[in-house]
């Protein structure tokens, strides 16, 4: 692993092995391949059940219920090995750990929590995460998904867009209003009558990755589908909270490898006479992409710690979000260009990771919404609403 400051020393022996196990399973198995899976728009569907042999789905959440039980450093540096090799694969594991698997646990009754939290962790079945609508994700106060009362049932109506995973998964958390306005969560079996996904064509990022719009018409859930701990905003945000901390890290395997690609390029490119690397603009490049890296992996693993005590803020996960996804899509570009015409290419890296990160940087709040939300924090002074 990239490591400027020797951040390792301050891991555990047990998270230093769980990290090199990851980036041979990783090295092995997925980045040889990743190219034609992003070409050729696919999701390796097959490393699924890989995942969930290797106890990688929902990690951090207790062995109880069928989970790693992994410390949140342990979790963060499995996200950041997934993303080195494709912010897909990272978003995958985010999706169904943290989106799906975390509110079960979090909000669930026992009843639900048994019926799927074993099953996801396997990976036996998928998860997807239904909160962005068509009229706009950065502000879910908007929604317009409803749910009704029926009798003992209840009856979802609306359309989800952006939904990660959405074609392929067996159940759906499906956040809607009910009749008095209140945001509430709801597990929904995707076979449902009334409930369609339709993945979303012609995405030039996340390619190796499903996104889907979800179409639910008057889909009938039994009482029991409803997450009884979620009541408000509040419930959604929190999932949210624990998907960007996995995002915090990710970025910093995408910017490591990204930047690793960049400087053997460099090395071995000779332009009038002398390796590329020699030349003070391309080693301000390296320089700014290891600073970065250096910067972005000890904010992780800081957050981790604050994350383990229990005082973990979720303006300080939104300033993290924020600065490594950023500088890992600069870092990339950076890459792309030191690359040159070899650079705008799938044999290299850079390109397939710059464009990835454009949706990173978009999804789990903008990048500008956290400005705002951390902006909003330091100042008491709302420039949100
Ligand atoms: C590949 C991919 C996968 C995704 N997966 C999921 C998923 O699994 N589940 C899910 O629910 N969602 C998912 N999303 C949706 C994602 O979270 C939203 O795209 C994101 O929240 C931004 O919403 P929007 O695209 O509607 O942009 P908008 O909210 O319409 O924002 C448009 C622009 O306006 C800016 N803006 C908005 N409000 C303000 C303001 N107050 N002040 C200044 N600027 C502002 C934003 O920063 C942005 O630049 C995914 C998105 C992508 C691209």
């Not at 890989?50 to 069928?66: I, K, M, S, Y």
């Not at 540096?77 to 750990?97: I, T």
């Not at 179409?215 to 909270?241: H, K, N, Q, Y």
């Not at 490591?256 to 053997?264: D, F, G, N, Q, S």
Request: aromatic share 8%.
């Amino acid at each position: 692993m990239l490591d400027y400051f020797d951040a390792l020393d301050l891991l555990s022996p047990e998270q230093r092995q769980l990290q090199q196990e990851m980036r041979r399973f990783l090295d092995a198995e997925a980045l040889p391949y990743v190219r034609e899976w992003w070409e050729r728009g696919e999701f390796p569907r097959h490393l699924i059940a890989r995942f969930g042999e290797l106890g990688l789905l929902g990690a951090n959440l207790p062995e109880q219920w069928g989970c790693a039980g992994l410390d949140n450093v342990a979790y963060g540096l499995v996200m950041c090995e997934l993303e080195r090799v494709d912010s897909g694969l990272r978003s995958f594991a985010s999706v169904q750990g943290a989106l799906v698997m975390y509110p079960i646990y979090a909000y669930g009754s026992d009843e639900q929590r048994r019926e799927w939290l074993p099953r996801l962790a396997r990976g036996e079945a998928v998860g997807c995460f239904g909160l962005t609508e068509p009229e706009g994700g950065s502000d879910p106060g908007t929604m317009a998904t409803r749910a009704r009362r029926d009798g003992g049932d209840w009856l979802l109506t609306g359309v989800k867009r952006w939904i990660t995973n959405g074609s392929i998964a067996d159940v759906a958390v499906i956040w809607a209003r009910d009749d008095e306005g209140v945001v509430r969560g709801f597990l929904v079996p995707t076979d449902r009558p009334g409930f369609t996904a339709r993945e979303i064509p012609h995405k030039m990022s996340l390619r190796a990755s499903i996104t889907s719009e979800l179409i639910l018409d008057d889909v009938r859930v039994p009482a029991s589908a409803m997450l009884p701990g979620a009541e408000g905003l509040r419930a959604p945000l929190s999932c949210l909270t624990q998907a960007r901390y996995g995002i915090a890290w990710g970025a910093v395997g995408a910017l490591e490898a990204v930047y690793t690609e960049a400087l053997e390029f460099a090395r071995s490119r000779v332009t009038f006479g002398q390796p590329i690397a020699s030349r003070q603009l391309v080693q301000a490049k390296l320089a700014e992409m290891v600073a970065d890296h250096t910067k972005g992996l000890l904010l992780a693993w800081r957050l981790g710690r604050l994350k383990d005590e229990g005082r973990l803020r979720y303006t300080q996960v939104s300033l993290a979000k924020r600065d490594n996804v950023r500088a890992a899509l600069r870092a990339a570009r950076m890459a792309r260009e030191i690359l040159g015409a070899s650079g705008v290419t799938l044999e290299y890296h850079a390109i397939r990771h710059m464009l990835n990160l454009e949706s990173v940087d978009t999804y789990e709040g903008t990048y500008d919404i956290h400005t705002l939300i951390v902006g909003r924090d330091v100042t008491g002074l709302s420039a949100l609403e």
